[in-house]
């Protein structure tokens, strides 16, 4: 295990180092890469980039994460086969708001373990936190995702005063990849709604001061952000030279049809929430900014109470690291806004 972690946080210093001189480093990899290596990327990535992180968090987070976080226990709860939810429930007395967390990882990468940190964090901050483990491609495509996020927003609702939370305060946030299926589960299903939809695409990396730009419309509870037009995006992709390492198109074909930007548009309908707010890196070279920006324009034309916040705190630390070691980030203080309206909630 520790010859594991070295060899990852080598990598990641490589990285890092590589992040000075490039802006696009994951780009830059790609796109130097043998095409033989690029379609092993694609196809058998997976297990690699989990193992990296696994390794990685296993390694640091027993020394530096802050006892009131190691405290915070998980319950797991088997909905149907690949769907695994990891329940965080607050310290505080109930009814708390509850916050259904969908994890990113280009349809691909990712588990919920990699995000139990997180999930402790939000506990510890006075929410149910429920982080949703969900098979990924190749084992599912985005449709099926799409199916198991319905599934553990329903599921969630359900249990939710068991667990300490309140039904009529669940939210559902999606990160990266993870907000693009969240979106598209509010969209054209009936049976599926909730208080509000959280999505966010955190800064790659900060370039120069940037000042905040104001939001387009900002109602007091809030929800989304991530890749909203897939087929822009894989243009976007072939145009910085990664379409053939991208996990993008076999996962989510046909694009149109899990595009949430797109879906919307064509039936006249926003999505099944209360409220949108959409957080965006701006300086994010992996999914453009204006993939939220133009997604929350569109809700509000279709009459939905959207905003889009651009997201500009220190990058080279994610909201999962800030997390997970304790400290305050931007995305954690507008999670913690969106859900401390009327609720039991602690201070950051």
């Excluded at 598209?184 to 909730?194: E, F, P, Q, R």
């Excluded at 243009?235 to 879906?263: D, F, I, K, T």
Aim: proline content about 8%.
């Amino acid at each position: 295990m520790a010859s594991r972690a070295a060899q990852a946080a080598s990598l990641l210093l490589l990285h890092r180092l590589l992040s000075h001189i490039e802006r696009d480093t994951d780009g830059f990899v790609l796109r130097n890469l043998p095409l033989r290596l690029r379609h092993l990327v694609r196809h058998r990535g997976k297990p690699f980039a989990d193992a990296l992180v696994n390794a990685l968090l296993a390694a640091a987070l027993p020394l530096l994460q802050p006892p009131r976080l190691r405290a915070v226990h998980a319950h797991e709860h088997h909905v149907a086969p690949g769907l695994v939810l990891d329940v965080f429930r607050p310290a505080l007395p109930p009814p708390a708001p509850l916050l259904l967390f969908v994890h990113g990882g280009i349809w691909t990468l990712g588990e919920r373990r990699q995000y139990r940190a997180f999930g402790q964090r939000l506990a510890a901050e006075g929410m149910v936190a429920v982080v949703v483990g969900y098979r990924t491609w190749p084992e599912a495509g985005a449709s099926e995702q799409v199916r198991a996020v319905r599934a553990a927003l329903a599921f969630a609702k359900a249990h939710a005063a068991s667990w300490g939370g309140e039904a009529s305060r669940v939210y559902l946030s999606g990160q990266s990849s993870g907000a693009n299926v969240s979106a598209l589960a509010l969209i054209g299903s009936a049976s599926v709604s909730c208080a509000g939809f959280i999505g966010s695409a955190p800064p790659r990396r900060r370039r120069a001061p940037a000042r905040r730009a104001p939001p387009q419309r900002r109602p007091p509870p809030r929800a989304v952000g991530g890749c909203y037009d897939v087929v822009a995006h894989f243009a976007y992709e072939s145009r910085r030279g990664v379409e053939q390492a991208s996990m993008l198109e076999p996962a989510c074909a046909p694009l149109e049809e899990h595009s949430p930007l797109l879906l919307v548009r064509r039936h006249r309908r926003p999505l099944a929430c209360e409220r949108v707010l959409l957080l965006h890196g701006e300086h994010d070279v992996t999914v453009p900014p204006s993939s939220s920006a133009l997604f929350a324009l569109e809700l509000v034309r279709l009459g939905q109470q959207a905003s889009y916040i651009p997201l500009h705190a220190d990058a080279h630390l994610s909201f999962l690291i800030d997390a997970s070691l304790g400290r305050d980030c931007e995305l954690l203080v507008h999670l913690k806004r969106f859900c401390s309206e009327n609720g039991n909630v602690a201070r950051l």
